[in-house]
């Protein structure tokens, strides 16, 4: 891709991020739109960035590993479990046909609205509520992607997972072990499609 910002190259292209649809969206999400002000000149740091109410923005990596993993082919309806800024949502909005966005904080759901809205996605959808319970009424979703984590794959989220569609959600192996993990529901069970070491702030619920 002619023009592709050099940040791309460095923390996406050079540790395995292949999918042109990804790399794509990740160049015109503007990320500095969902980062707090103080914190704008990072915007495109190679780390995640502190939010309000114990939150964070997650390193550009992590979503586009999570993108990637979730294989969207533009057609799908993607549930975003975790709203925090709006970003992920925005990157997801730019791959997927419908996303619905959750998040447990009124306050961080309000601002994500805004910036979704300012910086031009405002067909996201975004609910106040329990992320792992998901949204039964929009279910299924043909993705879902998690950005707290558990020890678990919730029930709920699995139930609103369609046949062969994806979920990308940090699990706690261990006490000190989380890894970042993208699971195909298939009628013989779940199968690991892969995965990357990660760390996410815990799914509350």
């Not at 910002?5 to 050079?14: H, K, N, R, Y």
């Not at 979503?63 to 990637?68: I, K, P, R």
């Not at 949204?135 to 992607?145: K, N, Y």
């Amino acid at each position: 891709m002619a023009g592709r910002p050099a940040w791309i190259e460095a923390q996406l292209v050079s540790r395995g991020i292949r999918d042109a649809r990804v790399l794509e969206a990740m160049a015109r999400v503007p990320r500095e739109l969902f980062v707090p002000a103080r914190f704008r000149a990072l915007a495109y740091a190679d780390r995640a960035l502190p939010l309000s109410f114990g939150q964070t923005v997650s390193q550009p990596y992590i979503v586009a590993f999570m993108c990637e993993g979730l294989a969207l082919a533009g057609g799908e309806r993607v549930l975003d479990v975790g709203t925090g800024s709006g970003y992920a949502a925005a990157v997801l909005a730019e791959l997927a046909r419908e996303v619905d966005t959750i998040e447990r904080v009124p306050e961080l759901a309000a601002a994500a609205r805004a910036s979704l809205l300012e910086a031009g996605y405002a067909h996201v959808s975004v609910h106040v509520g329990d992320g792992a319970c998901g949204l039964a009424a929009r279910a299924p979703f043909e993705a879902i992607a998690v950005a707290a984590a558990t020890p678990e794959i919730p029930a709920a989220l699995w139930e609103q997972l369609g046949e062969r569609g994806r979920i990308a959600i940090p699990l706690v192996l261990g006490r000190s072990r989380e890894r970042l993990c993208v699971v195909e529901r298939r009628a013989e069970g779940p199968r690991l499609l892969g995965s990357t070491p990660a760390r996410f702030v815990p799914l509350v619920s």
